[in-house]
């Protein structure tokens, strides 16, 4: 499993003009779900999400956890991140979990991470999204598991 995480003043997943997911101080995580991935990556996953350390201590140093700072998490399906772009101008999708096995993986991520920690708000799988955020530094990473 793949995120892409950023640390967030605010973020929010609007669907057919109706906010389904929003969160203030926190992670904004796109999630991409891969072929391979098991339960196992899930919880991995999860383990990483609620523990990765990107906000400020108090000497200013990333030292602390979304649940250490009591931020929200914003997962968001997103697909294209499993995407294989090696070579030529177009994306190749083969990588990528098909979309049920996608889904279940994802939901079951949501469960792991809600299990952890709260407040939790999601995307919705499949949907066209818009996603809106304030990246707050900014700070970006990129986690697999």
């Known amino acids: 499993m793949i995120a892409l995480i950023q640390r967030v003043t605010r973020a929010s997943v609007t669907v057919d003009g109706s906010v389904v997911g929003t969160i203030e101080h926190g992670i904004l995580a796109l999630i991409g779900v891969e072929r391979e991935d098991s339960t196992q990556n899930a919880e991995r996953l999860a383990e990483r999400l609620t523990g990765y350390r990107i ?3 108090d000497e200013g140093r990333m030292n602390r956890s ?9 997962l968001v399906p997103q697909f294209t991140l499993a995407a294989d772009t090696k070579k ?3 994306p190749s999708f083969s990588s990528a979990a098909p979309p049920e096995r996608a889904t279940a993986m994802f939901d079951d991520l949501v469960r792991r991470v809600r299990a952890r920690h709260a407040p939790v708000a999601t995307g919705s799988f499949g949907a066209e ?3 809106a955020s304030v990246n707050h530094g900014p700070v970006t990473f990129w986690l697999q598991a």
């Open 55 to 57: 906000f400020a201590d």
């Open 66 to 74: 979304v649940a250490q700072v009591g931020g929200g998490l914003l």
């Open 88 to 90: 030529g101008a177009r």
């Open 129 to 131: 999204m818009f996603v």
